[in-house]
C-alpha cells in the first residue's frame, strides 16, 4: 500500500504542474487555484492511482494487448470522472466552494464532469499509465527498503499536516 501513495503524491505533484500549464495557457499566467498549500493536486493523482489499481489487479493478465489498453484506456477515463465528481460535489458539498463548472465551456456536461475535458484528462491518464508509470514503478523498486518507508512516512506525514491545516485554517477559518 505504500507504494500507492507514493504513486498518489507522485502523480499529484505531476498534476500541479499540468495545472499551471493549463493555466498559463488558458488565463495567461501560472495562477495558483490550489486547494492545499503543498504542490500537489490529488485530483489528478486520484484519478491516475485508481486507474493504476485496476490494471495491476485486473487489466495487466488480460492476454490480448489490444483489449487490455483498450480497457486501461476505458477505466483511465472513468477513474478520472469519478476523481473529478468526489472532489467537485465534495468541495462544493462541504467547503461551499465551487472549484470549476465545465456546464458553462463544454456540451454534454455536468457541473463538474465533462465529456470533452474527463476524456482528455482521461487520455492524459492513459499515456502517463503506459508511458511514464513503468520507469516510476521501476525506480521505486530500485529504491532500498528503508528509502521507501522513509519516503512514505515523511509524504505521508507533510499531506496530513497540510490537509488538517486546509481543513481548519483555510477552509472552515477557526
Known amino acids: 500500500m ?9 502523480y499529484s505533484v505531476g498534476g500541479f504542474i499540468l495545472e499551471r500549464f493549463i493555466n498559463l495557457f488558458f488565463l495567461g499566467s501560472f495562477y495558483d487555484n ?35 489498453y483498450l480497457s486501461l484506456l476505458i477505466v483511465a477515463i472513468i477513474t ?28 454534454i456536461s455536468l457541473q463538474y464532469v465533462g465529456i470533452i475535458p474527463t476524456s482528455l484528462f482521461g487520455v492524459l491518464s492513459f499515456l502517463v499509465i503506459v508511458f511514464i508509470h513503468p520507469f516510476v514503478k521501476r525506480f521505486l523498486n530500485l529504491m532500498p527498503g528503508v528509502i521507501r518507508r522513509n519516503m512514505f512516512r515523511i509524504l505521508l506525514f507533510v499531506f496530513i499536516i497540510d490537509i488538517v491545516y486546509t481543513m481548519f485554517f483555510r477552509l472552515i477559518k477557526i
Do not use: C
Not at 38 to 62: E, S
Not at 92 to 103: E, T, V
Open 80 to 107: 478520472t470522472g469519478i476523481s473529478e465528481a468526489v472532489t467537485g460535489y465534495g468541495m462544493a458539498h462541504f467547503y461551499n466552494m465551487q472549484l470549476w463548472d465545465y456546464r458553462d465551456y463544454f456540451p
Open 2 to 10: 505504500r507504494k500507492y501513495f507514493i504513486y498518489l503524491m507522485f
Open 34 to 68: 490550489s486547494v492545499l498549500i503543498g504542490p500537489y493536486q490529488p485530483l489528478y493523482g486520484a484519478g491516475i492511482l485508481m486507474a493504476i489499481i485496476v490494471y495491476d489487479f485486473f487489466l495487466k493478465h488480460i492476454p490480448n494487448n489490444i483489449v487490455k
